[in-house]
């Protein structure tokens, strides 16, 4: 690689302005006029095109195929900002390559898919409709600019799946594929990253991108690195560094990585022994034990957030008379008690994280799928380890950090696929500048969705989850049903086993058979009991006789904090027409309701509902997707936060390639 190839490689992106105030509702506004060629009605025509062509190419031999192919990709390397533009007879070849290699023929909607993609667009392509052929079809093309291509995946296994599964038909299209995994040696990374196409999860990719920053500090920056190269008087080292540049990036499941997860700072850090700290954190989880709820201190639900009321001051200044080291300081000793009683208040077991060897492991509330390696900040995670009685960590000091979200503002091009991502479209085009495609179907959904039931209380909302799953198993329909909890999973696993009802658990406790427990959630008479995790990155298909009998059957244990994990969830049945049904069960003893219903509301709609009283189910029905919305504009007020502190920074370190 020349010096000027090394620097365009690793050059990064100026991240788009994101606008305010009036300047922001008129930028909004501009995301409804798409050119032309990015309209669906366009991408229809082009697609069919590519379609009947690639069908008429059948004939034509291996050794043909490839000469073309490597035709194509000169023709694109030659003009590698015009991926966008790639000719009919281009595209109609990879399909066929694929075709030839993989035994999938790509129909015209996954080809839409492919083509806005590579023209910069968010695709919303429904569950079971081919978007890892899709995506698969544009990396090649961006893969042939000969500039880094990555693929970020869900998780690990999905990383690994994809990239082993689609090699065939990457190396036939002249193009090198690898995967990054987290328990790989940074030799092997380097390696893999190497390859023209990358198939990895965002956190290991903004992992690898901080440590690379690190390893070579003082050159982090392109020009700097050329600079050097060019007027060095010896030859350079081996570079450390691991990735070979970030430019472009194609994001399966966009919507949990660009949106739900990017509140979440990446933070590479390092541990450093503090036995004081260690000791206090105990004596602080010691004695808030003794504090009671609404006399020494109040919570916030929706701000997640503890105040100390004046008796709760008292009862630490008696505490710490006795105590020494850190509880001398007023302040101190405060923060100590306010970490302790977040953990206890905020942070349950089995939800927000899990215990595992004596370790606490973050739970991923989008998902579901636990974060080995990941901790929160401030305390907060050694006040968890107090709480539950193990080992407390050593406090660690921040080396690097960055948010998600600025990390994919850093990209060159940025595109993507998810099932879920037109109820956010303003913000990924607010951010991130992507414009969101909602692709046809390629056959109607035959799904039904039943109106949701709300219970007034947790124990008759599991009594008549208990009586639905019982029914439809009699008469052998899969069920598949989705909790928002670890805890919850175990406690319907519970009762249904108590009334004969075998089922199989899928969570982050129970989750090292999950590919296997996928597999056969379709098959007759089968019970699976999920958190998100089961609504990504999977397919669930449909055993022998099942379509008979109505579809799968998925069945919501409440509203989540956001309408597209409904959705997603909801996805897992009528896949490419399959039939279907879902349903979702809730109750006001649910999350939504506790976090953003006065409890003179509860207390009323309870009695309402006991009574039969008309309109009362109607109206919790109401009041509870109400509360949804409101989660859902809490959350994006967060992530805006984070993106206003990102700027901040960005302004105040303008001398840095990684404010």
């Not at 960590?393 to 099932?419: D, E, K, M, N, Y």
Request: proline share 3%; with cysteine; aromatic share 8%.
């Amino acid at each position: 690689m020349t010096p000027t190839q090394a620097y365009r490689s690793t050059q990064l992106a100026n991240p788009p302005q994101v606008y305010q105030g009036i300047d922001a509702w008129m930028h909004g506004w501009t995301r409804h006029f798409r050119p032309k060629k990015e309209r669906l009605g366009e991408l229809e025509r082009e697609a069919k095109a590519i379609h009947e062509m690639a069908e008429k190419l059948g004939g034509r031999n291996l050794d043909q195929l490839q000469r073309e192919l490597k035709v194509f990709r000169e023709e694109i390397r030659s003009r590698p900002d015009k991926v966008g533009e790639i000719s009919i007879e281009a595209m109609a070849t990879i399909t066929e390559a694929a075709r030839r290699k993989l035994g999938l023929f790509a129909h015209p909607v996954q080809l839409m898919a492919s083509l806005a993609m590579l023209r910069g667009d968010l695709v919303e392509v429904a569950t079971g409709e081919g978007k890892t052929l899709a995506i698969a079809l544009a990396a090649v093309v961006r893969a042939w600019t000969d500039r880094p291509c990555h693929v970020v995946t869900a998780n690990d296994y999905l990383a690994q799946r994809d990239a082993k599964y689609l090699r065939k038909f990457f190396e036939i299209c002249g193009v090198s594929v690898g995967s990054v995994t987290g328990k790989m040696h940074p030799d092997e990374r380097r390696t893999e990253y190497r390859s023209a196409v990358v198939y990895t999860t965002a956190k290991e990719l903004a992992a690898d991108f901080l440590r690379d920053d690190l390893t070579e500090e003082p050159f982090g920056h392109p020009g700097r690195r050329l600079i050097r190269q060019i007027y060095q008087a010896q030859p350079a080292k081996g570079s450390r560094r691991v990735l070979r540049g970030l430019h472009t990036i194609i994001v399966d499941e966009a919507d949990n990585a660009l949106i739900d997860e990017a509140v979440t700072p990446l933070i590479i850090s390092q541990s450093k022994e503090n036995k004081a700290l260690e000791e206090a954190t105990h004596q602080a989880a010691g004695l808030c034990r003794e504090f009671v709820l609404d006399r020494h201190y109040r919570r916030d639900e929706q701000l997640r957030s503890i105040k100390l009321e004046e008796e709760g001051y008292r009862a630490i200044e008696r505490s710490s008379e006795s105590l020494s080291g850190i509880w001398q300081g007023k302040t101190r000793r405060v923060e100590l008690v306010l970490k302790a009683l977040e953990a206890r208040e905020f942070f349950h077991r089995d939800k927000q994280y899990v215990v595992e060897d004596k370790k606490v492991v973050i739970v991923d509330e989008s998902t579901g799928r636990r974060m080995p390696g990941r901790s929160w900040r401030q305390g907060l995670h050694q006040a968890v380890e107090a709480k539950e009685g193990v080992p407390v960590t050593a406090p660690a000091v921040t080396i690097a950090s960055i948010s998600f979200q600025r990390f994919f503002r850093l990209f060159h091009a940025i595109s993507g696929a998810t099932g879920t991502a037109y109820e956010a479209a303003g913000e990924f085009w607010r951010i991130y500048r992507l414009r969101v495609n909602r692709i046809p179907l390629h056959r109607s959904c035959q799904r039904r969705e039943l109106m949701p039931k709300v219970y007034p209380t947790r124990d008759e909302k599991w009594s008549a989850v208990l009586v639905e799953c019982r029914q439809r198993h009699d008469f052998g329909q899969p069920i598949l049903v989705g909790t928002r909890s670890v805890a919850d999973s175990e406690e319907l696993a519970r009762r249904l086993r108590s009334v004969g009802l075998p089922c199989q658990i899928l969570n982050a406790v129970r989750h090292r058979d999950e590919a296997a427990i996928i597999a056969g959630a379709g098959q007759k008479g089968r019970v699976t009991i999920a958190t998100n995790m089961a609504g990504r990155g999977t397919d669930i298909r449909l055993g022998d006789g099942v379509r008979e009998l109505g579809g799968l059957c998925v069945i919501a244990t409440d509203f989540y904090d956001s309408g597209r994990v409904d959705r997603q969830l909801y996805g897992r049945s009528g896949r490419q027409g399959d039939p279907g049904v879902a349903v979702t069960y809730a109750s006001l003893d649910d999350e939504l309701a506790r976090k953003f219903l006065y409890r003179w509301t509860i207390q009323s709609l309870r009695r309402s509902m006991k009574w039969d009283l008309p309109g009362a189910k109607r109206l919790a029905r109401f009041l509870l997707k109400r509360c949804q919305k409101r989660s859902e504009k809490e959350a994006f007020r967060r992530r805006e936060k984070v993106l206003k502190m990102d700027e901040e920074r960005a302004k105040s370190l303008g001398f840095s390639a990684k404010a």
